[in-house]
């Protein structure tokens, strides 16, 4: 079966709903706008907030769990260069080492003491 080739195009009626409507190639749009409507233009035109958010949300459930390539990864370390961190990302930081150390200490303490009391035993 041969797959269809089309261009999107929208128009506003006098309420400014949106209406989308696939044009196959091959077939000519309306140039002169029809009573009440606005004439065809290519394109799906400006969404709303609420449709924007549903597009978003769609492509967050598609890539979930696919790995980025090299090359995103390498983009997006570029794109961060030189980007100063938030504050709470510093505290985010800072909370992070204390714990980190707090546990080194802790690890560091339980194996000397250990050590310890096994030296004094003899």
Known sequence: MKQKSYMRYH???T????YIKRFEL??????????G??????????????ALNNVRNGVRKACVGVPKTPEQ?????QAKLGVPKSQEHKDNMRKSWERRRQTLQE??????NKDYS???QY
Not at 40 to 49: F, M, Q
């Open 37 to 50: 409507f606005t004439v065809w233009t290519r394109g799906t035109g400006p969404h709303h907030a609420e």
């Open 73 to 77: 990864k390498e983009k997006m370390r």
């Open 26 to 35: 091959t077939e000519v749009v309306p140039s002169t706008p029809e009573p």
């Open 15 to 18: 309420n400014n709903v949106k």
């Open 118 to 120: 096994l030296n004094a």
């Open 107 to 112: 690890t560091h303490d339980q194996t000397y």
């Open 11 to 13: 128009r506003f009626d």
